[in-house]
Nanobody, 123 residues
Framework: QVQLMESGGGLVQAGGSLRLSCAAS????????MGWYRQAPGKQRELVAA???????NYADSVKGRFTLSRDNAKNTVYLQMNSLKPEDTADYYC?????????????????WGQGTQVTVSS
């Protein structure tokens, strides 16, 4: 089974920084894409940043220039460095990965989610 282990959330003042980490583990054949989504109270879950297997990174317009997504392929881990945090960044942040596993003689690709980590930015 594949698991996504998140860490790094917390409470920070506006203008501060946090770094989120997400490590994938299990019988992984390849990670095709990996990144972070967030969901604020009363709002839909939205993409924050994601990186493809070839290293192409997408960011939400609201975080461009403030957030940086990086990936350590050897560790199956992505990091989200969040700088200049704003109160509107407050949300539950979820790691997401599109992963291929080899199971019972087949390659199976599926979408996996972490349990979420809370980020609160006070004004």
């Amino acid at each position: 089974q594949v698991q996504l282990m998140e860490s790094g959330g917390g409470l920070v003042q506006a203008g501060g920084s946090l770094r989120l980490s997400c490590a994938a583990s299990g019988s992984i054949r390849s990670i095709n894409a990996m990144g972070w989504y967030r969901q604020a109270p009363g709002k839909q879950r939205e993409l924050v940043a994601a990186v493809t297997g070839r290293g192409m990174t997408n960011y939400a317009d609201s975080v461009k220039g403030r957030f940086t997504l990086s990936r350590d392929n050897a560790k199956n881990t992505v990091y989200l460095q969040m700088n200049s945090l704003k109160p509107e960044d407050t949300a539950d942040y979820y790691c997401n990965a599109d992963i291929t596993v080899y199971r019972t003689g087949h390659y199976l690709t599926d979408d996996y989610w972490g349990q979420g980590t809370q980020v609160t930015v006070s004004s």
